[in-house]
């Protein structure tokens, strides 16, 4: 098994709907573009991940959504040395169609106070389902590097819930360390490295919002 050297995760930069949230009354979340501000804050990623992946091979997975298209094309990366999939089972949280700003703004606060793991927005998902399709394409993952010629790198380019759920499917972590968890910032990325003893590390923490309150021994 041919296990990457690292496994980078990278949220979109910021995108038209996180400078402005009425935009989600006239566009589907899926069209959304990136800001100005995003685009450059993904040009800066990219030099990030040039230098950190220098000559070496890199299998990419992309969100379906034009936010994060556009983040991956801005990282300008070497196309003779990526092989670039989009992955739908990597996409945000589903929130339903067409959204209602006021609508949406209730049902955050009704998310806050049940948890964002278990809230399931009004036909969309929950955290917890998203969990599951991040589990889903882990599985795929895992297959992935049975191949012995897998690329040294894995690049994930996605959103910002996803990533969380990405780190607590891969690390174990319990349900009350995911809801004390903040997002990343636009653009900023989490690197999954490799050592010694084969097993894979956080290259730094996310933030915590509040104290890990659990329900019983596992947390």
């Known amino acids: 098994m041919a296990r990457p050297r690292r496994i980078v995760l990278v949220r979109h930069g910021e995108s038209e709907g996180n400078a402005d949230d009425t935009v989600y009354e006239r566009e589907p979340d899926h069209a959304l573009r990136l800001t100005d501000t995003g685009w450059q804050q993904a040009r800066r990623a990219g030099e990030r991940l040039r230098e950190l992946f220098g000559d070496e091979r890199i299998s990419a997975y992309v969100s379906p959504y034009r936010r994060t298209h556009e983040t991956f094309r801005a990282f300008d990366l070497d196309p003779e040395r990526v092989r670039v999939r989009e992955e739908p089972r990597l996409r945000e949280q589903d929130w339903g169609n067409w959204q209602d700003r006021d609508d949406v703004r209730l049902q955050k606060a009704y998310r806050d106070a049940y948890g964002h793991f278990f809230y399931r927005f009004a036909q969309g998902e929950s955290g917890a389902d998203v969990y599951d399709r991040v589990g ?70 996310f933030e915590h919002w509040c104290t890990p309150e659990s329900y019983g021994a596992t947390g």
Request: proline residues 6%; negative net charge.
């Open 136 to 205: 889903a394409f882990l599985e795929s993952l895992y297959r992935s590097f049975e191949a012995e010629d897998h690329p040294e790198n894995v690049l994930i380019v996605t959103h910002g819930l996803t990533m969380r759920l990405f780190c607590m499917r891969w690390f174990h972590w319990p349900v009350a360390e995911f809801e004390s968890l903040s997002n990343p910032g636009n653009a900023e990325m989490r690197v999954l490295e490799l050592g010694e003893d084969g097993r894979y590390t956080l290259d730094r923490p």
